[in-house]
């Protein structure tokens, strides 16, 4: 009897030391795992809302993101029949017009030029009515498909929604 007993203690002694164990391990590394979590700043800075509402046609606005420039255009007629036209020309880097816009009268860029990450000059300064990167010479049409210059790529499209007929949101909410 005794050395059954003695054996139910043991066993009680190896469990209650094991939970305890693993509960302490789970205590010191919730810290760790929960620094994985982006901090309130970087979540902060996942979107931005743009009101887009006072933003006439041939109008452009550079809004800060992420720490970096983001052209929001809002195109003429003019501007999209010349980027819709642009479809269809060899281009470099080739891109629709449809696939890089939601609204075909918004256009929506990451204002960094892909050859060195210069920001280009506002829409209607480049040999294609969009945008030029004087640094070296970069042209980039109405949709910002690079036409000319030795960028390698067109100007990227962040990820965006329009929230309401106002309101732009750039950027993915982070949960």
């Not at 054996?7 to 010191?28: H, K």
């Not at 452009?60 to 642009?86: D, N």
Request: hydrophobic share 40%; charged share 20%; proline share 8%.
């Amino acid at each position: 009897m005794a050395i059954e007993a003695e054996e139910n203690r043991r066993d009680f002694l190896i469990l209650a030391t094991s939970a305890f164990g693993v509960a302490g391990v789970a205590a010191a590394a919730w810290p760790f795992i929960r620094s994985w979590s982006p901090s309130a700043d970087v979540l902060a800075q996942a979107t931005t809302e743009v009101d887009i509402s006072a933003l006439q046609k041939g109008q452009m606005i550079t809004i800060p993101w992420q720490g970096k420039p983001v052209f929001v255009v809002h195109r003429t007629p003019e501007m999209i029949t010349s980027a819709q036209s642009g479809d269809k020309e060899s281009l470099p880097d080739p891109a629709k017009d449809a696939d890089r816009v939601k609204k075909p009268e918004y256009l929506v860029l990451l204002a960094v030029c892909t050859h060195l990450g210069c920001v280009p000059q506002p829409i209607g300064t480049g040999n294609f009515g969009g945008f030029l990167c004087p640094c070296h010479g970069s042209h980039y049409d109405t949709s910002g498909r690079i036409r000319q210059g030795p960028a390698p790529r067109n100007l990227e499209v962040p990820y965006y929604d329009f929230k309401d007929e106002k309101t732009l949101v750039i950027g993915k909410a982070m949960a």
